[in-house]
């Protein structure tokens, strides 16, 4: 597994969760992290990403409520999920970026009950 993902769960609307990705140390000069959603019925999107050098987007529905961070050492990324709402139930995959391609995790349920 080249992107290993965890930290999904239930939670209760409000509640807070946080997401953490390994990388293997395989994969190399890696230029993005990130994380995509993708809810039943919908098609995944963009919900936070993170160069090397620290810049940050976010899809809108998540900003000042999710803030994603890297370790560029570790080859890891987390995502830190505040003020959670049922429309933030999906799962969430790790994405990484590297000069040679792109990498997904596994995926990793997030239930956020109202």
């Known amino acids: 597994v080249q992107l290993q993902a965890s930290g999904g769960g239930l939670v209760h609307s409000g509640g807070s969760l946080r997401l953490s990705c390994a990388a293997s140390k395989s994969i190399i000069s890696i230029l993005t992290m990130g994380w995509y959603r993708q809810a039943p019925g919908k098609q995944r999107e963009l919900v936070a990403v993170i160069t090397t050098g620290g810049s940050t987007n976010y899809v809108d529905s998540v900003k000042g409520r999710f803030t994603i961070s890297r370790d560029n050492a570790e080859n890891t990324v987390s995502l830190q999920m505040n003020s959670l709402k049922p429309e933030d139930t999906a799962v969430y995959y790790c994405?990484?970026?590297?000069?040679?391609?792109?990498?997904w995790g596994q995926g990793t349920q997030v239930t956020v009950s109202s």
């Open positions: 994405n990484a970026v590297s000069i040679r391609g792109q990498y």
